[in-house]
């Protein structure tokens, strides 16, 4: 039966596909303030105002000179002095010297910096110490040599991180253009299911995945919304899933099993759904449907358009399997929608632990595995960083999830991973 479902590659291309149709649909757009900025998504280019550096800057504390004139070591009269600060000046006369700081202009005619540290200094006159040398060009950075006036230097759709706010602030930004955060719906369904807050009665648990779904979607740039839990029947279902199609991207959770009760695949067809798959081969997580769900669009965020649609993953209960793939496939649909230009899942190579037990390692035919690992992500020189699996009681033992901080990747065609093998991990 299995072999019907597509395989976590096909699975992941298909959502490529729809994430890159979704990244080319119009985005909303708001302001933030640049300290305001990181972690959201650029929509305007960031460039340069003017050169960069806007004018020859000394890195080193020293003397500019000509370096022809320095490497002959005779004494150089100093002819003045610039400190960082001060508008450039010179120039430089010939067979002088100049005295120059670290962020300082240099003089006009001076093509290279000797460090104060390698000089001999004489009654105003200076000389640079042999053996050393020095070229043209050294310890100045040229007008212009990092970037020109009006140069792209950032991208619209680049996920801000502090690299970037320096940069814009740099070029003068003191607020940016970012997309609007879409709005994700988390609509967690189960009879067994109370609120953190209440004290569970005998055969109920804690819903843990609402809070955890939200962790995730703050976490990949969405607005988390969290409906009321649905119960585990068809009224109450539709009555959800009216609602949750205001959103941006539905995720359910629970309910896409095989169960007498697992009653989410047949809401959503009443809805209207059209499905993209309804089982992938991984585990945990085999359950997972994808489908597109047609939107209430006279409240839609994006546009004014009836024909557009929501993304709706329905996501097997199971607090392992939800985030596994949330990770895997509602990453990247979120990070279109958001209207950035990189794409999840984000996978590394490691190293298994020499002491990994064989059969925990196992590979399950047919299935791609993610199973919960927890990586080592400061290696002794020269190696991958270690990984080594949690041991688990299967996709519910939350306890196991939170020892681990990443997902080691089995592939369905391997038999087993050795211990000390090369794998893939997927990072949270
Ligand atoms: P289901 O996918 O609805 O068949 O649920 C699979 C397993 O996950 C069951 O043991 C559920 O009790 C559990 N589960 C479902 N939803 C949640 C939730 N929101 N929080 C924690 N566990 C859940
Ligand atoms: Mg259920």
Redesign the pocket.
């Known amino acids: 039966m299995s072999s019907a479902l597509p395989s976590y590659e096909q699975a992941a291309a298909l959502v490529a596909g729809i994430a890159a149709q979704v990244r080319t649909q119009p985005h909303r757009i708001e302001r933030a303030e640049l300290a305001a900025a990181a972690g959201r998504i650029l929509a305007q280019p960031i460039c340069a105002d003017r050169d960069q550096p806007p004018f020859s800057r000394s890195t080193r504390d020293g003397f500019a000179c000509r370096a022809a004139d320095a490497s002959r070591h005779a004494f150089l009269q100093l002819a003045g002095a610039t400190r960082a600060g001060d508008p450039p000046s010179g120039p430089l006369p010939p067979g002088a010297a100049w005295e120059i700081m670290t962020g300082a202009p240099i003089p006009a005619d001076a093509d290279a910096v000797i460090m104060i540290e390698y000089v001999e200094l004489a009654s105003g006159r200076v000389r640079l110490l042999p053996p050393c040398k020095v070229s043209e060009g050294e310890n100045v950075v040229a007008q212009g040599a990092q970037a020109r006036k009006g140069d792209e230097l950032i991208p619209a759709g680049t996920a801000i991180a502090f690299a970037h706010i320096a940069c814009a602030a740099e070029c003068g930004y003191s607020a940016l253009d970012v997309f609007v955060r879409p709005r994700v719906a988390i609509l967690t ?2 009879d067994e299911l109370v609120s953190v807050e209440s004290a569970p009665a005998a055969g109920q648990i804690r819903n843990s995945n609402a809070p955890m779904l939200a962790a995730l979607v703050a976490t990949a740039g969405g607005e988390p919304w969290l409906l009321p839990t649905a119960s ?1 029947n068809a009224h109450a279902l539709d009555r959800s899933l009216a609602e949750a199609a205001q959103a941006d991207l539905l995720l359910i959770s ?2 896409v099993s095989a169960g007498k ?2 009653l989410v695949e047949p809401a959503l067809a009443r809805a209207g759904a059209k499905f993209h798959f309804t089982g992938v081969r991984i585990q945990p997580g085999k359950p997972l449907v994808f489908a597109e769900l047609p939107c209430n669009s006279a409240v839609n965020s994006h546009t004014q358009e009836g024909a557009r649609t929501i993304p709706v993953f329905g996501l097997p ?1 199971n607090p392992i399997s939800s985030a596994v793939t949330f990770l895997l496939f509602g990453v990247p649909v979120l990070a279109a929608l958001a209207g950035s230009i990189e794409s999840g899942p984000r996978f590394v190579l490691a190293q298994l632990k020499n002491e990994t037990d064989r059969a925990a390692a196992a590979a399950k035919p047919g299935l791609t595995r993610f199973l919960p690992a927890s990586g080592q992500f400061n290696p002794a020189a020269g190696q991958l960083p270690q990984v080594a699996l949690v041991p688990w009681h299967g996709s519910g033992d939350l306890a196991a999830l939170a020892r681990s901080n990443c997902f080691l990747v089995i592939p369905e065609d391997v038999h087993a991973l050795e211990p000390g093998a090369i794998v893939r991990i997927l990072l949270p």
């Open positions: 369904t189960g585990d629970g309910g009760f697992d209960g």
